[in-house]
Nanobody, 115 residues
Framework: VQLVEFGGGLVQPGGSLRLSCLAS????????MRWYRQAPGKAREWIAG????????NYADSVKRRFTISRDNAKNTVYLQMKSLKAEDTAVYYC?????????WGQGTQVTVSS
């Protein structure tokens, strides 16, 4: 089982970035997918989730209307489109797959928002 995040990097405030998470080794289309992030010195926080078929999404208040989660079950990939980025969005971003009591995590990708 693997979850591999791509797309992190350095971006200026107000900029955009798209993260991808490629899944393998399990039935991706059966799992709820979520994005979390962890800023330095802070606990990991949930920021977005999407149902297994992609029909339902939800977001933390801190990213609502700025971030969009989506998925392509044919490509075993979940995305996080981020816009209007702020310095406080700086964190390591993790994707997560969950089904019942089974849960998988990616290794994380760093996003740094700085001028």
């Amino acid at each position: 089982v693997q979850l591999v995040e791509f797309g992190g990097g350095l971006v200026q405030p107000g900029g955009s970035l798209r993260l991808s998470c490629l899944a393998s080794g399990f039935t991706f289309s059966s799992y709820v997918m979520r994005w979390y992030r962890q800023a330095p010195g802070k606990a990991r926080e949930w920021i977005a989730g999407i149902s297994s078929d992609g029909s339902s999404t939800n977001y933390a208040d801190s990213v609502k209307r700025r971030f969009t989660i989506s998925r392509d079950n044919a490509k075993n990939t979940v995305y996080l489109q981020m816009k209007s980025l702020k310095a406080e969005d700086t964190a390591v971003y993790y994707c997560n797959a969950k089904r019942a009591f089974t849960e998988y995590w990616g290794q994380g990708t760093q996003v740094t928002v700085s001028s």
